[in-house]
């Protein structure tokens, strides 16, 4: 028996965003023993956190969708750190742990009782060419005219971000599962009117065994767009994204460039806590 917890994130209220199961002291279980408890939670991912490799880092964690291990992800980068601070975890340094992962060593910071994470590097950036686009409208089941930009933007998940108008339009989508041929992480977003809570709304479409689903709030993709639009003063320096709302959910994504780097952040809410029997 070992301790488990699952977390909401981005949201201050439990069932409201997205969850993560967590298993703690996983450094004796396989890598086919976690793809299985993965498969088994049936959640976006489930992590294990183990032991560093590097004196740098405070835990080191594996990130398991129900069909593949990731490199990085998100949500389940705030979760995690969420879990393994309730369960006691000290970080080397007070209001910053280092979580090392698949793409290398990730800050988190603490501030107040929301945790951030450091975007890290993208591994693919730059528009998309035509050729993609035209497959991203038929997928979306848009005009070629609506999508004001597309550029990949691949952090871990091979994301591709697609730009519309508006967050009328990003809500009113509804996407062919069957179309989005080899692009399997497809993240759209469009700004809301002036004023309101958030400023972007998003949404990402993701290949799970080979079928396309709607992931609740996304970290990695949040983290990838930030780093396009804030650059390119699209958006402010700070920034709310909305996301999950039509999935009846209420993900928010705050987002602030400071020091040069663009911090992710979120609530998290802690929700079961127990042992599982791996």
């Known amino acids: 028996m070992r301790a488990f917890s699952q977390v909401d994130v981005f949201t201050d209220e439990f069932l409201s965003g997205n969850p993560v199961a967590v298993v703690h002291g996983a450094d004796d279980l396989t890598t086919g023993q976690m793809a299985a408890f993965a498969r088994w939670t049936n959640l976006s991912e489930t992590t294990f956190l183990l032991p560093p490799t590097d004196p740098a880092a405070d835990y080191r964690l594996r990130i398991f969708t129900t069909s593949r291990e990731l490199p990085f992800a998100g949500h389940p980068t705030l979760g995690s750190a969420r879990a393994w601070l309730e369960r006691g975890g000290t970080p080397k340094t007070a209001d910053r742990l280092v979580q090392e992962c ?23 950036s730059g528009p998309v060419p035509p050729s993609t686009m035209d497959v991203l409208a038929v997928a979306l089941r848009v005009d070629p005219g609506d999508i004001l930009a597309a550029r990949w933007a691949e952090n871990g998940p091979a994301w591709v971000a697609v730009q519309l108008a508006s967050a009328e339009a990003v809500l009113a989508l509804d996407p062919d599962p069957t179309a989005f041929g080899e ?5 759209v977003f469009g700004p809301h009117p002036p004023g309101g809570e958030a400023d972007f709304e998003v949404r990402a479409f993701v290949d799970e065994d080979g079928t396309f689903v709607e992931d609740p709030v996304t970290g990695s993709l949040n983290a990838a767009i930030a780093q396009w639009l804030i650059p390119a003063a699209v958006a402010p320096a700070a920034y709310v994204a909305a996301q999950g709302t039509k999935l009846h959910r209420r993900g928010r994504v705050h987002i ?6 663009i911090w992710v952040g979120g609530d998290t809410v802690v929700g079961i806590t127990g042992h599982v029997a791996l």
């Open 102 to 124: 698949g793409a290398g060593l990730v800050a988190v910071r603490r501030d107040g009782d929301r945790l951030a994470f450091a975007a890290p590097p993208l591994r693919r």
């Open 183 to 187: 692009y399997p992480d497809v993240g």
């Open 256 to 261: 602030e460039r400071s020091d040069g780097e």
